[in-house]
């Protein structure tokens, strides 16, 4: 068990710019889950994965996010035309049957 | 979806025991109760799960009522290296129940 894998750790990026981050779930975890963390607050939903297929977006996830999972196994979530609002730690997150989810340690977006 | 409650932040000392209570009162009959650790920079370390009664592991001890209701997370002896945010987070194991709110966790604060 490697544990969940984010990358960059760390994106600092110009307002107006596209970022895309990937996440790498344990192996054999077939759900994976993103999240949005600011400063003080508790990790927000964004969106669900069984397999391959998404089955769930928040209303927070606006149209210039999108999120992937071909095959099942990774997944990136990319922010179109940053704004200095989506400024975050976004948290992926993988489990098995349900709870409990397994965090990796997040990609922290800096948007100047 | 269960909403839960928590305590915003508690100090303790060093080698006291530590109980931190949450309260989910819509929660469901298949729902499992789930806590967290997380330290700052990093993503949500899951520490403890249970359903009823009482849940023990080398970490921690999880009491649940009968009427599951609530929950409290006992820590045992804690240390500087204790202080955290602590969230629980409650939700169905079995497919039906993918979005998983967090609360806002309790700040716990260890003093030497």
């Known amino acids: 068990d490697t544990g969940v894998s984010q990358d960059p750790r760390h994106k600092i990026t110009k307002r107006g710019q596209n970022v895309t981050f990937r996440c790498d779930p344990i192996s054999e975890h077939n759900r994976l889950y993103w999240y949005r963390q600011t400063l003080g607050q508790g990790p927000e939903f964004l969106t669900y994965?069984?397999?391959?297929?998404?089955?769930?977006k928040s209303r927070l996830l606006s149209d210039r996010f999108s999120a992937e999972r071909p095959k099942g196994s990774f997944s990136t979530l990319e922010i179109q035309r940053t704004e200095q609002g989506d400024s975050a730690m976004y948290l992926c997150a993988s489990s098995l049957v349900g709870l409990p989810l397994h965090f990796g340690n997040g990609t922290r977006l800096t948007v100047t | 979806l269960a909403k839960t409650t928590q305590p915003i932040s508690m100090d303790s000392y060093e080698g006291q025991e530590v109980n931190i209570t949450c309260s989910h009162n819509?929660?469901?009959?298949?729902?499992?109760i789930t806590w967290y650790q997380q330290f700052p920079s990093q993503g949500p370390r899951f520490i403890i799960q249970?359903?009823?009664t009482k849940v023990t592991n080398e970490v921690a001890s999880l009491f649940i009522p009968a009427d599951r209701k609530s929950s409290t997370l006992s820590l045992p002896r804690v240390s500087l290296s204790d202080t955290a945010v602590y969230y629980c987070?409650?939700?169905?194991?079995?497919?039906?129940?993918?979005?998983?709110?967090f609360g806002t966790g309790t700040r716990l604060k260890v003093l030497a």
């Open positions: 819509n929660i469901a009959t298949n729902d499992y």
């Open positions: 994965f069984q397999n391959e297929a998404q089955l769930e």
């Open positions: 249970g359903y009823k």
């Open positions: 987070l409650v939700g169905g194991t079995t497919s039906g129940t993918y979005k998983y709110i």
